[in-house]
Nanobody, 124 residues
């Protein structure tokens, strides 16, 4: 089982930037497709971004496309999410997870077990 710990969240003004990190351990990180999800208060968890096992293919939700960039460093077993031009509606707890990629618009977490996540708060 891949164990994941998110970090890097915080409070930022609208238009600002943050970079989230997700440190992996356990079963081999580098052969897994990985992704980011987020959950805002009172809302369901939603997909944000994903990368295939090699990092060659990346996928984004429409709401973050062009503003967020997902990347991975397999040598460090770390997944990143660079977030730019942040908006108040990006406020949420962000989670990383191993994913299953069935297609560009069909990406799912491979289990229902989630870590503690990292809180991102964007003030207007």
């Amino acid at each position: 089982q891949v164990q994941l710990v998110e970090s890097g969240g915080g409070l930022v003004q609208a238009g600002g930037s943050l970079r989230l990190s997700c440190a992996g351990s356990g079963r081999t990180f580098k052969f897994n497709a990985m992704g980011w999800f987020r959950q805002a208060p009172g809302k369901e968890r939603e997909f944000v971004a994903a990368t295939n096992w090699s990092g060659d293919d990346t996928y984004y939700s429409d709401s973050v496309k062009g503003r967020f960039t997902i990347s991975r460093d397999d040598a460090q077993s770390t997944l990143y999410l660079q977030m730019r031009s942040l908006k108040p509606e990006d406020t949420a707890v962000y989670y990383c997870h191993r994913v299953l990629i069935f297609g560009p618009t069909n990406i799912r977490a491979d289990s229902d077990s989630w870590g503690q996540g990292s809180q991102v708060t964007v003030s207007s």
